[in-house]
């Protein structure tokens, strides 16, 4: 079992920065991939990057390609994600989740078992 807590959301202006938090609980974590996904009022979830459990590996949605950059501390048992140059667009809950999704599945929510409880980002213009 891995439980997860997001933290660091909060209310920036258009141009600003966050650093978002996914705390993990389980001496296991160090072995899942972990994935950030937000969603929108009125919007599906979507898939936002994700890192390898080794963190050798990213992968993140095009639109975020560039601002965002996901990072992981074992040691820690922590997963980051920075996000710069926000857009009013980016506001969302931010949600962090941990799993073994396959190539295929990696960008996709089934891929992922163990789901956080969201942080709210909120970008004004």
């Known amino acids: 079992q891995v439980q997860l807590v997001e933290s660091g959301g909060g209310l920036v202006q258009a141009g600003g920065s966050l650093r978002l938090s996914c705390a993990a609980s389980g001496r296991t974590f160090s072995t899942y991939a972990v994935a950030w996904f937000r969603q929108a009022p009125g919007k599906e979830r979507e898939f936002v990057a994700a890192v390898t459990w080794s963190g050798s590996s990213t992968y993140y949605a095009n639109s975020m390609q560039g601002r965002f950059t996901i990072s992981r501390d074992n040691a820690k048992n922590t997963v980051y994600l920075q996000m710069n140059s926000l857009k009013p667009e980016d506001t969302a809950v931010y949600y962090c989740?941990?799993?073994?999704?396959?190539?295929?599945?990696?960008?996709?929510?089934?891929?992922?078992?163990?789901w956080g409880q969201g942080t709210q980002v909120t970008v004004s213009s």
């Open positions: 989740a941990a799993g073994f999704p396959t190539s295929q599945t990696m960008g996709v929510m089934r891929g992922y078992e163990f």
